[in-house]
């Protein structure tokens, strides 16, 4: 029986991860839970899950928790980045499920890291804006990192156990385009949050589907790649792939070509990695092969999508512009949900932000989240301006 810790509980990756604990209680026992604005959703699940310790984000959102508490299950409550980090360490946590969206993740899945925890990692995020620091803790506390991002899971399945890099040539991430793929770029510029959130293929949560929607979730995850299989900017490529069946491919010097197929339900990665390494069934629909009519492949126009290149600058350029670019688009991605500036002005501001901020060396979490921080600012003064 497995201990498991799910941070961003109410999140897509949340309901996902638990629906497949619920359907094998005699393998996985939730141990914590944890919530940000959806307090009333985090008491249901502590009443379905019981789980020991739940997470909110404040005192206040503690008494809330409290106030709506009718289920007859008394959870240890625990508050702030202090609470996540410290039940990400506890000695009762066997898997730690990192769900939650944006760089509010890392400092609980680097504590996760640094006590030597079986990671399930989704909140990209972290790799994105502290790739190295990250992976050195995972190594020198001996945790093990499993990817529950799809592509990276697909990668995961692909390559060979033992000497993963020998032989390798590149991997092809691949990415559906999102919602605009068939839009003209003048026609970009009129798009609203609704359609944004709209992907033609997943379901998931307002953030991730923006940003599918500016293909920044793909420069992410080739960071992303990049610092959970160590590969060079030019092992890694990506290709448009409309359909979503494919969840990217693993090719080696001899011309062989491997791929992970299935549908687009995060559930299937997700089992993977919580039972690693067996295999177990759950609720997702089975995949039809026989129902596929095509399977289609093209390049990215990066006019179309300037996030992913300015993704690949970034990751060429180093850490710190990493974090300029995730802490920028996370601001820019909030101000289009809410109305204050364009879609089209994503990119724009990333690239503004991007020229405007030098980073300094960051060589400890703590630096990085300070510097998350100053970016942040920036970004909103920007915006404001
Ligand atoms: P959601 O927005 O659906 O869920 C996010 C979760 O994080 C929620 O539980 C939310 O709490 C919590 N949260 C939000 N802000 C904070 C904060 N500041 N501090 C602590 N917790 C917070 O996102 P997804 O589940 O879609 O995505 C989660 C992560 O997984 C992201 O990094 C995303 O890129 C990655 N991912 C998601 C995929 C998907 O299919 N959804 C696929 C691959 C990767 P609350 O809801 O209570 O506010
Ligand atoms: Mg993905």
Redesign the pocket.
Known sequence: MKSVVV????????DSTLDIIASHPDRYKVYAL??????E??VGLTAKFLPAVVIV?TQEAKEEFIRLNNTGVFPEIRVGQDG?CKTAQDEQADIVVC????A??LASAYAAAKAGKTILL????VLVTAGELFMNAVRAHGATLLP???EHNAIFQCLPSQNPKQHLEKIIVTASGGPFRQFSVDALEHVTPEQACKHPN???????SV?SATML?KG?EVIEAKWLFDLSPEQIEVVIHPQSIIHSMVQFIDGSLLAQLGHHD?RIPISYSLAYPERITHNAAKFDLSALSQLDFMPPDLTRYPCLRLAFEAMKEGIGACTVLNASNEIAVQGFLDGQIKFTQIAQTIESMLSKIQAPTLSSIDEVLVFDQEVRAKTQDYLAS
């Not at 769900?99 to 944006?102: E, L």
């Not at 997943?202 to 991730?208: E, F, P, Q, T």
């Open positions: 941070f961003g509980a109410t999140g897509s990756i949340g944890s919530a940000f604005s959806r307090v959703k985090l984000p996540l769900a939650i969206v944006g509010a993740g989704a909140n990209k995020e529950l991002d799809s997943w379901s998931m949560g307002r953030k991730i940003d979730n992410l995060m």
